[in-house]
């Protein structure tokens, strides 16, 4: 979980509540914390990250969430909910989602989510004592409105049987 974040891991809870509250007092980035409905416990962590209200972008990033977080119906639903804010509350006009070019998984989930590949950045940064490539994704505020429904559909609970099993995948959601 830790292999593509400029931090972690942690050695212990103690080290990762010191960070949390280092992270707390900043504005950028500025972190959310996922909370399950039903439980009550937090199971991750999302960020907006170069925060550019004069020209009107944001990032995602910094995501990190437990196993019982992850490929749930709540992980798409919180990542919805993040561009939902970013676009329709705070009026931003472009929503990027970095990543380490080798991160599969999360370049995966861009993809899922709907986000548009612009090009991989050849040593953008070191991290970890390496260079990182970083890829780059973003949606606009014109792709914005039909992937937003495409979202709304796929969450309604009519795409779901009883048993939580979904219908239509977001995948497809995102292309009818």
Known sequence: MWTYMPYGPFESLDDYSDWCRSMAVADDPLFYAIVDQASGRALGVASYLRIEPAVG???VGHIALSPKLQRTTAATESMYLLMRRAFDELGYRR????CDALNAPS???ADRFGFSLEGVFRHATMYKGRNRDTAWY???DEEWPPLKARFIAWLDESNFS???VQRLSLNEALTS
């Open 138 to 140: 973003s949606i606009t």
């Open 57 to 59: 972008v944001i990032e």
């Open 95 to 98: 929503y990027e989602w970095k």
């Open 162 to 164: 009883p048993e939580g």
């Open 107 to 109: 370049r995966r989930a």
